[in-house]
């Protein structure tokens, strides 16, 4: 069963850091680029950040170029975004999601079920 | 970069048939044939509908349509069913810097 699930999600002061993580499992992550993407509650998706399949290109949105670092692991077929300098508007649910493609990829598929960054003193 | 347009919400009886309107500029829809369409019930994780304009993934009722013409793309839900009942989002590749941009949401309802 193809499957990502998303963890590290939780409650964060303003300006401080959470790392979240994406695990992979049944199928070949590294055929496969993955982003970020998430959705402020009851709002819209935002594409967050990207990187491909060999971590040789990585890109952001605006909003969080310079806070926000992508990684991945494909040896323990996981995904990573460290988040830094937080703001009460990064509060959102984090899915991640794969993009079958040696480069972007031009769609999302598969997705996980999310995990909720609430950003709040 | 800015949303794409959709429209807010849109509904239909079952049996009819609902499009989706999509808009954008030359730097994304216009740009390229990259547009994806996801539905999303409550609480749930989006669903990949359409892909590359038009084209369905496995297990995808042919019931969902995709085109594009010029800046505009959009999605056609035909023989509309009350699963169907959800909200939807358009993407488009946007380029090497913005890289993608997601559209504004559209709630659907079956009457």
């Known amino acids: 069963e193809v499957q990502l699930v998303e963890s590290g999600g939780g409650l964060v002061q303003p300006g401080r850091s959470l790392r979240l993580s994406c695990a992979a499992s049944?199928?070949?992550?590294?055929?496969?680029?993955m982003h970020w993407v998430r959705q402020a509650p009851g709002k819209g998706l935002e594409w967050v950040s990207g990187?491909?399949?060999?971590?040789?290109?990585?890109g952001y949105a605006d909003s969080v170029k310079g806070r926000f670092t992508i990684s991945r692991d494909n040896a323990k077929n996981s995904l990573y975004l460290q988040m830094n300098s937080l703001r009460a508007e990064d509060t959102a649910l984090y899915y991640c999601?794969?993009?079958?493609?040696?480069?972007?990829?031009?769609?999302?598929?598969?997705w996980g079920q999310g995990t909720l960054v609430t950003v709040s003193s | 970069q800015s949303a794409l347009t959709q429209p807010r919400s849109v509904s239909g009886s079952p049996g009819q048939s609902v499009t989706i309107s999509c808009t954008g500029t030359?730097?994304?829809?216009?740009?390229?044939?990259?547009v994806s369409w996801y539905q999303q019930h409550p609480g749930k994780a989006p669903k990949l509908m359409i892909y590359?304009?038009?084209k369905r993934p496995s297990g995808v009722p042919d019931r969902f349509s995709g085109s594009k013409s010029g800046n505009t793309a959009s999605l056609t839900i035909s023989g509309l069913q009350a699963e169907d009942e959800a909200d939807y989002y358009c993407?488009?590749?946007?380029?090497?810097?913005?890289?993608?941009?997601f559209g504004t949401g559209t709630k659907v309802t079956v009457l």
């Open positions: 999601a794969g993009a079958y493609s040696s480069s972007w990829g031009n769609w999302f598929d598969p």
């Open positions: 049944g199928f070949t992550f590294d055929d496969y680029a």
């Open positions: 990187i491909s399949w060999n971590s040789g290109s990585i």
């Open positions: 030359s730097s994304d829809v216009g740009g390229y044939n990259y």
């Open positions: 590359d304009v038009s």
């Open positions: 993407c488009s590749y946007a380029g090497s810097y913005t890289l993608y941009v």
